[in-house]
Every structure is written in C-alpha cells, then in structure tokens.
C-alpha cells in the first residue's frame, strides 16, 4: 500500500537542475506521450515513470517526479499519487540489482523461504535491506505469474525460475561480475528457466 | 489427447516470429472477418461459439460485445487485459511469450468486430520483457500490413499499443486497470455506468482477457458452432489451465472443457500426478480467489459424482461443497501443506492489494492476516477462529470492487473444510513451531459424516 513520500518539491526547487535524462530517454518519453488521443497524454503516466526510475539510478526521488511532471505538464502531486501507488516504482535508493522473491503460495509450497534466507544469509542483508557494496538489495513480492517455476526470483527484466542454491549462486556471481543496474526497461535480459 | 486451438503450434520452430507463424495460418482470421463478414457477424460467431471469459468471472463474451454503447461520433476502445496476477495464474504470459501474434490478431480480429481503431495490451509492469516479445510482434504486424491505415485495403484502421503497469494486481481489475490506462491510481470505479457505455476516457470500451482474445481466433477461423462441439453444456471450447503446488509437472497446458479433475491431477498427460509420492491433501482449482477444496471433493462432487473442469462442475455444491474454474491457476497441496499458514499467506496477498478505498477490504483484510499470522505462530485462541468468520462475512458484498469477496472466500472455505487443521494450530503451539515446511505429521481432512436420516 501507499508510502508517504518525504519532502516536497517547493523548498528546493533548484535541485532540480541537476537532473537530466539521455537523448534517448527523452525520445522514449516523447513517443510514449504519442500513443494516446488529444489531450490524453498523462496516460503514458506510469511507461514514463518506469524509464525515469531507470534513468535515475533505480529509484524516483521527489526531485525526478517534479521533473517528470515538468516534462508530461502535469502537477507534481499527480506524479506522486501514482508513484506512490504501484509497488515497482521505488521511492528509496535501492541496490544495483533489486532481487525480488516471489512469496505467494505456490513459490511458498516450493521452498520461497528457504530462498529468501538462503540470498539473506549469502549476502548477509535482511529483507529489505540493501548490501554494503550498493550492488544487491533483497525484496519480497507478491505473485509474479511464474507459479509453473517456483521458487523464482525477478530482477530486473529477467525472469529466474526453479531456483535452487547452485543456480542463486551463479546468478549472483553474473551480476557481480556485470557490475551494472538491472533495470525493467532493459531490453538485453536472459531468462533461465 | 485433446483438442488444442491456441497451443496448436506450441512446438513449432520460430513461432514467436511472424513467418512461422502466417506459414502456420496465422491471421486467416483477419482476412476472413475484414474481406468477408461485417462486423456484426463476427460479433453473431463469437455469441455462437459460447464463448465465456477467461480472465475470471466467465461472463459470455459475444452477450458482452452486443452491450457495447455505440453512439454517434463517440470512439469506441477494445483493451485487453494482461495484469495476469492472481497468485496461482501463469497462462497468459505463457501465451504471450510463446505465440504473441495469436494475442495480436485476435486483437484485430476483435477490434474490427468492435468498431475500434485504437486498441491497447495492458501488460502488468513485472512483464516487462513480454511488453518487449509483444511490441515486436505488433511492429512486424505493421510491417506486414495487419496494423495501420486501411488494413488489407478493406478501409480499417486500427492502431494497437502496448501498455506497461505499474505492479498492482487491482489493476486486473477492469475498472482499476482503466484509471491505470488513464495514468491514475488503479483505484476501481463504482458501477455503473460499466464499461460498456462509459471506459476508457469516458467512452464505451469493452475488457477482455488475454486468452479470451485469442480464442476469437479460432471461433473466426472454424465458425462459433465449430467451436461449441468442444467441451460440455454452458463450458464451451478449451481453457488454459496454470497448474502449479505440489505437482510432479506443473506448467501451463489447453485442455478441452470437460476433463475429469482426476485426470487432469493424475494423468501423464496433464499434471502427472502428486510430487514425491505424497497424498494430495487440497486443492485451488481457479485461483487465489476462488474456494479451497479438501481432497474428497477434488475429484468427486458432494453427491459422489465425477468433477469435471468446466465452469459447473467445479462450482457443484456451491459455496458449502464446491469452489469455481476461476482464471484457471490450479494449485495443488499436498499432505504437509500447512493450510493454516496457506490461509494466512493469500490473506497477506490480499491486504498488500487492496487500493484502500473501501474500509472493510482495508481494514478486514489487514485483520484477517493478524488473526491468522497470530494463529499460525501458535498464538491464537479459539475465538480467533470464528473471529475470522465473522471479518469475512462483514467484507463480503460490502466493498466497490470483487477483491473484498476475493479476500473473503478463501478464508471462509478454508476454515470451512479445515476448523480442525486451525484448532490444531491453538490446542498444540508446541507442534508447529517450526512452520517453515509445513506439518511434520500430515494433517489430513477430516470427511464429515454423512447425515443419514
Ligand atoms: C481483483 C480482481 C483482479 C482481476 N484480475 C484480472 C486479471 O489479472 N486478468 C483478467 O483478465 N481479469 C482479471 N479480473 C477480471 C476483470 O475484472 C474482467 O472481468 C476481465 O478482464 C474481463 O475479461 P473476460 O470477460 O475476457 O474474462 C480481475 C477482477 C478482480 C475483481
Ligand atoms: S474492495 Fe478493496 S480493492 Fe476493491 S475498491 Fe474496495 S478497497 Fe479497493
């Protein structure tokens, strides 16, 4: 459910002026905002956001939604009221690689926990918690509609699934040794099944 | 072996890709509704064929089409929904990413039955990369002349878009998933007006499930009386079934409605049987939000009769015996399941999703989980027990939106057929400490007597 977003934009707007997305992104964001009738752009809302997390190092801090809502010409608390509402956008710095384990049902029947304590206790970080080198953060999710491969995890874009201590171990060695931001948006992902 | 009408060509070499898929027949359908039927008749197909939605509530498809509002000058919008997240649900994106051109013509296919020139996929967000497999089935689509301006030069035009959520199973939800669309909150709207006459931004949109599109392909291509052959009285055609839990093969398999559940759990066909040579103990045969059943009314009705996989079968005995097909996530438990930690585990799902509108899905749902987590940890009393009764009778019916019933239902069914399994949990704390893997000893049902006269 909902979190309160701390700080509003009023006080400092000049932060703001640091923030910058790519060319590209910027493209994405203009193409996004076409898709829709006159006057209905605020519908490419939530695409938008998801390449403002990936421009802004995983996460939308107040300033980057004043500034998506300078670019979509909406007001800041529209932003915010739906940032807010969905649980991919994240409103604190997260790690490189988010690993969010999936804990509903029938990842749980399959072992999900043993996963979780597994990932916790290889990384030495709790639920929720990210680890000292900012490269892992570890998050529990609700049902991925992967339930045909539990235990699974999803970071990124990437889709992990029947997951046993060997193939954690080896996942977590790639990314280390990729050293890079696993984003949705990324369009390079490689699943394992 | 069944009949298959979507995963005909599962197998085939490149499928994901246009070639293999036109080289297989795709988009017959697009060229047989736009050259040689008018919309209307394609509408009459679909109503023909019995066809019933596949997202859930298992409304008549083609009786939903004719409810479209058409005014004059107003456009009309078709929207597909792809929140897939009921816990236990996994076709669609299995669909998706294996054949995502037969989710893109029946797109069309639908989109011209409908009058609509612009159409969107709301995906969930967490799909990100089958947004990605879609949007490049959708370019080749245009590139081969199935999308755009004046398709097949009959004079339609339709524009079909992608869309990403943001990761909130209310979105599923068809009213939730258009503020979404609208770049809102995903906070369910009070019906009426429904869809049908006032949706997408205001205008009459019409929501279908990802599966249900996709059938309009084959009732196009056969004819809807083609199509009713299959399956069982109102249970028309196949329906994709996401078979997960404690299942020697779980996966995502078409099968024609009408199949015994026996079959479908024990045969090598299907789910190939219980893992590890265990006892199955229960059952959710459509998703989270349906009813859970004990192992004696899993492949036997109340009355001793076979259960089938069709919409009736399944819903047989009501509420007190029987449970629904749902969305089709089928989840099998065996004997060390914990149903109590089970109950709490959906009952969490549920208050992390609710939008908070309503105060007795927001604050009943929250109260579930308590009363059950505190249950499940060996703390609760007996009270906790009927205390759980009475928050989910209090939240049934009460809310805007079906989530409240949703949140409700499971509870209710579970206490119903497992009281036991739950007074365990209070009478013998000091044997469920370690509640991680379930129940050392398997707890089984306990069939009620028959009442004899
Ligand atoms: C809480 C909730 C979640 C839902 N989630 C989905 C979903 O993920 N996918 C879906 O197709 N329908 C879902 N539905 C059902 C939709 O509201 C709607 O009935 C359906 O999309 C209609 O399509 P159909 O007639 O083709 O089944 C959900 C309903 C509720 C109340
Ligand atoms: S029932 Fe729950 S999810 Fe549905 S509108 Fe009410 S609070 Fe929101």
Known sequence: MA????????????????IKFSDEALKTIEALMKRYPEGKHKSALLPVLHVAQAESDGWLSPEVMDYVAELMKLQSIEVYEVASFYSMYNLKPVGKCVLEVCRTSSCWTRGAEDVIDYIGKKLNIREGETSPDGMFTLKTVECLGACGGAPMLQCGAEYHENLTEAKIDSLIERYRSEGRRKSYTDLDYQNTK | MGRKLLLTHDHVEGIQGYTAYRANGGYRSVEKALKKMTPDEVVEEVKKSGLRGRGGAGFPTGMKWSFLAKPDGVPRYLVCNADESEPGTFKDRYLMERIPHILIEGMITSSYALGANTSYIYIRGEYFYVARILENAIAEAYANGWLGKNILGTGYNLDLYVQVGGGAYICGEETALLESLEGKRGNPRIKPPFPAVAGLYGCPTVVNNVETIAAVVPIVNDGGDEYAKIGIGRSTGTKLISASGNINKPGVYEIELGVPVEEFIFSDEYCGGIANGKRMKACVPGGSSVPILP??????????????????????????????????GFIVYDEHQCIVR??????????????????????????????????????????????????????????????????????????????????????????????KHGHREPIMPVKPEPVTA
């Not at chain 2, 004696?296 to 009501?318: F, I, N, P, W």
């Not at chain 2, 703390?379 to 009475?390: A, F, R, T």
Request: glycine share 10%; net charge negative.
């Open chain 1, 3 to 18: 979190e309160v977003i701390q700080g509003t934009r009023a006080f400092n707007p000049s932060t703001r002026a640091g």
């Open chain 2, 295 to 328: 192992d004696y009314l899993v492949c036997k009705t109340a009355a001793g009769e076979d259960r089938l996989m069709t919409y009736e079968s399944l819903s047989d005995g009501g509420f007190v015996s029987g449970s629904m097909l749902g969305s089709g």
């Open chain 2, 342 to 435: 089970n109950t709490w585990n959906f009952s969490r799902f549920y208050h992390h999703e609710s939008c908070g509108q309503c105060s007795p899905c927001r604050e009943g749902t929250g109260w579930m989980e308590r009363v059950l987590h505190r249950l499940e940890k060996g703390e609760g009393n007996m009270s906790d027990i009927d205390l759980l009764v009475d928050v989910a009778k209090k939240i049934e019916g009460n809310t805007i939106c079906p989530l409240g019933d949703a949140a409700a239902w499971p509870v209710a069914a579970a206490i119903r057929h497992f009281r036991h399994e739950f007074e365990y949990h209070v009478l013998h704390p000091d044997k469920i400490k370690d509640p």
